[in-house]
Nanobody, 115 residues
């Protein structure tokens, strides 16, 4: 079982940047796909970005060109660099790790974009 802990959230002004981290403990994340999701109040959880073990990435259209997902397999940590933040990016951001046999979620970290 993998435990995931997100960090790096906070309050930022529109146009600002934040970098979220997702640290894994427990079983090694070999072969996993890491994903970042977000959920705003009253909305369903939505997929933001994914990255495979080999580093292939995909992004939701609403973050393309602004967010970058990355991972350091040796450190068992994934990141989400968020630039040019907008008020509509305000949400709780969750890290997800999935293999063929397991799936784990973090507890989430709040990101608030407001002036």
């Amino acid at each position: 079982q993998v435990q995931l802990v997100e960090s790096g959230g906070g309050l930022v002004q529109p146009g600002g940047s934040l970098r979220l981290s997702c640290a894994a403990s427990g079983s090694i994340l070999f072969g996993s796909v890491i994903a970042w999701y977000r959920q705003a109040p009253g909305n369903e959880r939505e997929l933001v970005a994914t990255i495979t073990w080999g580093g292939s990435t995909n992004y939701a259209d609403f973050v393309k060109g602004r967010f970058t997902i990355s991972r350091d397999n040796a450190k068992k940590t994934a990141y989400l660099q968020m630039n040019s933040l907008k008020p509509e990016d305000t949400a709780v951001y969750y890290c997800n790790a999935r293999t063929a046999l397991t799936e784990s979620w973090g507890q989430g970290t709040q990101v608030t974009v407001s002036s």
